[in-house]
């Protein structure tokens, strides 16, 4: 049997719809037929051969997030059953097939029950951001109930979703935005700080009385990492997903603060540790149901036909909320 998929034969070329076959679920996976493709900024960069930290041999299908339906369950599985909607943090980098196709095999540890209340569309925007998010807060930083939390670029597609964690954890919210997206930020639950007017030093001061935050969320790098050291609290703790550059510790040190990293990617290019992923995607699902988490879609609408538009609105720093591909 087949199916159809974009695939990448070059990088930096054009997303050709190709017939491909269709896969069958090994042991300890099931074939999901996907219904909708979520993008990230991450699938930009392995499109165009520079994810140093993705490679994903061509040619390939790109897509790390989707969301869709159990159609045959393989060797070993009892998670799930043929007709479940599942969603999940499932491909597209690392040799792995992604979800701009009609159908992937998918290893069952990365995969959770879909919220009942949200769409295909929905759902598939929420997996990276928020293993991302969790992994920083939760496995990370370990935030406790009413402790404060600086998230850098709190409208982003993985800072919307840190802001709203870390509210329905009980924590006390601030969160970096452009002006015009500060009442986005305010209605998640969060204090906006407009960076651009504002110093470390001067809203560190008007938010905190000059003694920083407990736990600081970077997602957005460079400068920005290093105004998160500047705006921690004494033994306090720094997390950020964009850790690449070279950072002075100073401001760290000085606070005796702590730093960690995460690489969302790591259970899918080494296979360790995958069952945790679908175990924060369940709690993902929890909180959804419970109203507390819901993803921010860009308005418009790609199918496989429009893919390239989707792939034109994040490179083109036009998307307000996430990019998803409908699939079906």
Same mark, same amino acid.
């Given at each position: 049997?087949?199916?159809?998929?974009?695939?990448?034969?070059?990088?930096?070329?054009?997303?050709?719809?190709?017939?491909?076959?269709?896969?069958?679920?090994? *042991?300890?996976?099931?074939?999901?037929?996907?219904?909708? #493709?979520?993008?990230?900024?991450?699938? /930009?960069?392995?499109?165009?051969? #520079?994810?140093? *930290? &993705?490679?994903?041999?061509?040619?390939?299908?790109?897509?790390?997030?989707?969301?869709?339906?159990?159609?045959?369950?393989?060797?070993?599985?009892?998670?799930?059953?043929?007709?479940?909607?599942?969603?999940?943090?499932?491909?597209?980098?690392?040799?792995?097939?992604?979800?701009?196709?009609?159908?992937?095999?998918?290893?069952?540890?990365?995969? !959770?029950?879909?919220?009942?209340?949200?769409?295909?569309?929905?759902?598939? &925007?929420?997996?990276?951001?928020?293993?991302?998010?969790? &992994?920083?807060?939760?496995?990370?930083?370990?935030?406790?109930?009413?402790?404060?939390?600086?998230?850098?670029?709190?409208?982003?597609? $993985?800072?919307?979703?840190?802001?709203?964690?870390?509210?329905?954890?009980?924590?006390?919210?601030?969160? /970096?935005?452009?002006?015009?997206?500060?009442?986005?930020?305010?209605?998640?639950?969060?204090?906006?700080?407009? *960076?651009?007017?504002?110093?470390?030093?001067?809203?560190?001061?008007?938010?905190?009385?000059?003694?920083?935050?407990?736990?600081?969320?970077? /997602?957005?790098?460079?400068?920005?990492?290093?105004?998160?050291?500047?705006?921690?609290?004494?033994?306090? *703790?720094?997390? #950020?997903?964009?850790?690449?550059?070279?950072?002075?510790?100073?401001?760290?040190?000085?606070?005796?603060?702590?730093?960690?990293?995460?690489?969302?990617?790591?259970?899918?290019? #080494?296979?360790?540790?995958?069952?945790?992923?679908?175990?924060?995607?369940?709690?993902?699902?929890?909180? /959804?149901?419970?109203?507390?988490?819901?993803?921010?879609?860009?308005?418009?609408?790609?199918?496989?036909?429009?893919?390239?538009? !989707?792939?034109?609105?994040?490179?083109?720093?036009?998307?307000?909320?996430?990019?998803? $591909?409908?699939? &079906?």
């Amino acid at each position: 049997m087949s199916m159809h998929a974009l695939v990448l034969n070059r990088y930096h070329g054009p997303l050709e719809l190709t017939e491909l076959a269709r896969p069958n679920p090994a *042991h300890g996976q099931v074939l999901v037929r996907i219904a909708a #493709s979520g993008l990230n900024p991450l699938d /930009t960069k392995i499109r165009a051969g #520079s994810g140093e *930290h &993705a490679k994903h041999p061509l040619p390939l299908v790109l897509g790390i997030d989707m969301a869709g339906v159990v159609e045959a369950v393989g060797p070993g599985v009892d998670a799930f059953k043929v007709g479940d909607e599942v969603y999940g943090m499932t491909g597209g980098v690392g040799g792995i097939q992604g979800s701009l196709a009609q159908y992937a095999a998918v290893d069952v540890n990365l995969l !959770a029950l879909k919220p009942a209340n949200l769409s295909m569309r929905e759902a598939a &925007a929420l997996p990276l951001a928020f293993i991302t998010a969790y &992994a920083g807060i939760v496995d990370r930083a370990r935030l406790q109930a009413g402790q404060t939390v600086l998230v850098q670029g709190g409208a982003g597609g $993985v800072g919307h979703v840190a802001v709203q964690l870390a509210v329905a954890l009980g924590a006390r919210v601030f969160a /970096t935005a452009s002006a015009r997206d500060h009442d986005f930020v305010a209605s998640l639950g969060a204090t906006p700080i407009d *960076h651009r007017t504002q110093s470390v030093e001067q809203y560190v001061a008007a938010l905190t009385e000059g003694r920083g935050f407990d736990v600081v969320v970077d /997602t957005v790098g460079g400068p920005t990492l290093d105004a998160s050291f500047a705006a921690v609290k004494h033994f306090g *703790h720094v997390v #950020s997903a964009l850790g690449w550059g070279t950072h002075a510790l100073a401001p760290l040190s000085f606070r005796e603060a702590t730093y960690s990293g995460v690489f969302t990617l790591y259970p899918l290019l #080494s296979g360790e540790h995958r069952a945790h992923h679908g175990a924060m995607l369940r709690e993902a699902t929890r909180l /959804t149901e419970a109203g507390k988490l819901q993803p921010r879609l860009d308005a418009r609408r790609f199918d496989l036909a429009s893919a390239e538009l !989707a792939y034109e609105a994040i490179t083109s720093g036009t998307a307000r909320g996430k990019i998803v $591909v409908e699939v &079906a």
